[in-house]
């Protein structure tokens, strides 16, 4: 089993930053993706960003060029650094973490941008 706790949320203003923290814990797979999402009110869940254990990360178009992902493979936690916030970018955010076998959610937290 892996446990997946975010942190790093709260209230910030348009333009401002945010870091969201994701810490796995437990039986970690050596080969794994850590992604996180985003759910706003109303809306479908989406994919915001992922790296792989070797580095590779991959970007919504939404959030390129303003959120960075990046992971400290030694801690087991993977980090988004979130730049010029937007009203848009409400959500709660939820990181996940998927091997070959199967995938792992953590429990969220939420992201307020007001304008």
């Known amino acids: 089993q892996v446990q997946l706790v975010e942190s790093g949320g709260g209230l910030v203003q348009a333009g401002g930053s945010l870091r969201l923290s994701c810490a796995a814990s437990?039986?970690?797979?050596?080969?794994?993706?850590m992604r996180w999402y985003r759910q706003a009110p109303g809306k479908q869940r989406e994919l915001v960003a992922g790296i792989g254990s070797g580095g590779t990360t991959n970007y919504a178009d939404s959030v390129k060029g303003r959120f960075t992902i990046s992971r400290d493979n030694a801690k087991n936690t993977v980090y988004l650094q979130m730049n010029s916030l937007k009203p848009d970018d409400t959500a709660v955010y939820y990181c996940t973490l998927i091997s070959t076998e199967r995938s792992y959610w953590g429990q969220g937290t939420q992201v307020t941008v007001s304008s």
């Open positions: 437990g039986s970690i797979p050596s080969i794994n993706v």
